[in-house]
């Protein structure tokens, strides 16, 4: 199943920077790991915000709450999600 | 350029129903006819809601207007329209 | 898999009374249909307004929007859907 | 008398570790104590969120909020009740 | 148990200046009578505005309902509930 | 004059715990000495939250806003100000 | 006592051009006649709207609804009310 | 002086296809007027809208008003006003 | 030419009590010396707020932006700008 | 491609000094130098805010994130981007 999802980013200037440098590298890795087993197939930067769209497919509702919340800038994020299903005029 | 645009649709209730079916069948052919060329690359259906996102792969901003002005449902419809580009994460 | 939806419901004054009645009458028999099923299994009144909040229980998002689009008051509700899972305090 | 709540958590990042280690396990031996007695019928996690959305059934308006009052993590909650009633259409 | 509720009353322009003139006339008759029996002790106009501010003390969440499901005014209202309890500097 | 105020309060958690403690039993002090005074006729607890919802019968505006500045907790506190009068309906 | 008025009016198109010329020429004489007594001492336009700023200086809140309740223009407008009283830096 | 000033223009169904017409030939006419008397230098389209961003120089505020209020779409339009002064960071 | 300003004054808790005095003491001086000078013919308190509802007279839009932004407490406030003419009921 | 930018700047009370004046003056070098290049063609002050509106006429929507980003009072500001193109009334 599909879901929208909306992913904006505030990381606290007080985090040491060497936490947000790895925090971030994680975070790329985890969001490319899931890329790569198809279960995050789309991911937009939103221009001119630290922030992005997100398409994810998934098993179950519980996985993709699984997903969101080990993501390592979770703590730092506002997540909006939005349940998706085929559209009656796609190809 | 890519955009994500949503599209909720409100038709009045006072429409005559012949032009109801017109413009939902004009609509319809209009969006597959810019799917198959790559235009409008994904529609999706919003869960319990008469709305869409969707992403379009455009050549210019003036394109991205005109695409939209052109659809037979714009005036019943409340669009929002957020210009994104490449994710640092995407692979 | 679970939703939370509720349901804000605005009938137009100049409905004709007997297609208010019907359209009623077949919102009600619908739901109580898809309340035996166990697709419905909640339905409560919000306290002094025209509107419920419900839970569903269905096999996928596709479900879930075909039932609410199907629903004979749908054209006269604003409807939100939340995706539910499993929280970990439930006994 | 039952009661819609939904309660959004946002744990400081500053709260000491052990604390709020064991504010969250207070938290839940709480919820499951009252979810035992009857008085917390359902809860259920919103996906994507450090939320929930709970149903309470209670003896009065004042036990509700005393109730509330006393969740271990109520200082760090965004709470919204609201009041339900019996529905027309409930089987 | 008590009930905070807020009404903003918006009657359209094209109701029948006598319809009108009964259902506020009634309205005022219906609350009178409430007032009298002590289910609603209190009623106030918000200056500047067609909207009151009133307390209610009912028996239920569901008298409260039917209370106010039946006001004449009722389909022309917004209305807005709160529940109320005891606060601890009440003397 | 009546006046219909809504205190939402936010205590800040690193403040000290003897001040929180004074603060919040000056607060009692104050408003249970305006309540006999006549000024604060009725003060409710709103279910679920750190909120009131208060009615004040004073001599002028000024006197309403010298009240209000002067709660010891009115450094941590949201207030909103309505001006009511008599409602028509009013017994 | 001093209040602070904005209305934001919104004709309906379908009102009777001399009934709306009746209405918009007694709502001038009317505010012009409290004008005149110095209750109506401040009015602007705001750029841009069809939307005014005011002040009233009344001797109750009673008195202030009902001079907002008998705009002829009232049953078009948006009214907001703000309570003012002396500012501690004003000469 | 400057105004940004933005337009959403929603021009109601039912108005006459020829005054609509003319309408919007009017405003079309009387906004180049302005821009080439060097007071509307800047009129953008948004992407997806039928609104407008534009920028306005002209002698005081009174004249901006004059000149929004005899817009041939004003009474369809939303309109918001900012005033603009010079950057430090201008060249 | 004529602004409304309000400004909802938030002074940081952690400000050094001396540098809040001064601040305070500052701005009253300032705005009492441009209320001697004509530019700031009215300000008042707003009811149960640290906030004011202002009227300002100035030259141009630069000079009201180097008014608000000289303004001691100004890093402290939230303020809104709307311009003002005319009315054409005005006496 | 034109893009219509706002940005709110909320610096934080507790940037050290120097580092806030170094900030602020490479903000300003910056923007000149984009704006000499013409990708920044105009920039105007909100009167009363820290705030300015902006139109940019990049090659990209990837251009006018990293501009974007690169803002040395990027992590302090609010940004809003909406697209534009070419109005038809635009001579």
């Not at 040491?16 to 930067?45: F, M």
């Not at 098993?59 to 703590?75: K, Q, R, V």
């Amino acid at each position: 199943m599909l879901f929208h999802v909306t992913m904006d980013v505030d990381i606290p200037r007080d985090l040491d920077p060497a936490e947000r440098a790895d925090t971030v590298a994680r975070e790329k890795a985890y969001s490319q790991d899931l890329q790569r087993q198809g279960k995050w197939p789309h991911i937009w930067r939103v221009v001119g915000q630290y922030s992005n769209v997100s398409i994810f497919d998934v098993e179950s509702a519980d996985e993709m709450h699984e997903i969101l919340w080990a993501l390592p800038l979770f703590p730092f994020m506002t997540v909006q999600v939005t349940p998706l299903c085929r559209h009656p005029s796609a190809i």
